[in-house]
């Protein structure tokens, strides 16, 4: 199994930039990058944050602990598109449906990546099952704090 530092090298090897320009996309300095690939330091979660955020075609189970796939399906993609466009207009969080299929357009297939990197074959097998699966509602959310408290919000 790979090691932070490993992945984080192997995410700036395949986006084919410089330091500068992943340190630019991620927001992180380069000589924090240059600390995390030498051994010196171990990243934050900020640091992950940041290469999430430049890279969101990145499954970030894979990032932080190591497993599942590298890259996200089209279908998580297009349901994290889904969610951030959101239901803005009603300002309802419960009200907006969430769906689990359908086709990327073409801007979000080019935040997917290289097509060389995803097997065709997964995708489709997830976006069949995702076509079987029942429509999901939002029924309720949490919101937690620095404190360790939290709160619940239920759909009335």
């Known amino acids: 199994m790979m090691t932070d530092k ?23 300095s380069p ?23 430049g890279f969101p075609s990145i499954n970030s189970e894979w990032l932080f602990l190591g497993t599942g796939r590298v890259y996200k399906t089209a279908e998580e993609m297009e349901m994290m598109n889904n969610e951030s466009d959101g239901d803005a207009e009603s300002g309802d969080l419960f009200s907006s449906n969430i769906s689990e299929a359908g086709a990327p357009s073409e801007k979000k297939k080019s935040m997917i990546g290289d097509s060389s990197s995803i097997d ?22 949490r919101i937690f704090f620095d404190d360790g408290t939290y709160e619940a919000f239920f759909k009335s």
């Open 6 to 28: 490993e992945r984080i090298e192997f995410v700036i090897k395949e986006s084919g930039l410089t330091y500068v320009e992943f340190s630019a996309r991620t927001g992180i």
């Open 31 to 53: 000589a924090t990058l240059s600390h995390i690939t030498s051994g010196r330091s171990k990243p934050t979660l900020t640091i992950m944050r940041g290469i999430l955020t």
């Open 120 to 141: 065709i074959t997964s995708v489709i097998q997830h976006t069949v099952e995702a076509m079987r699966r029942p429509e999901r509602k939002i029924t309720e959310v």
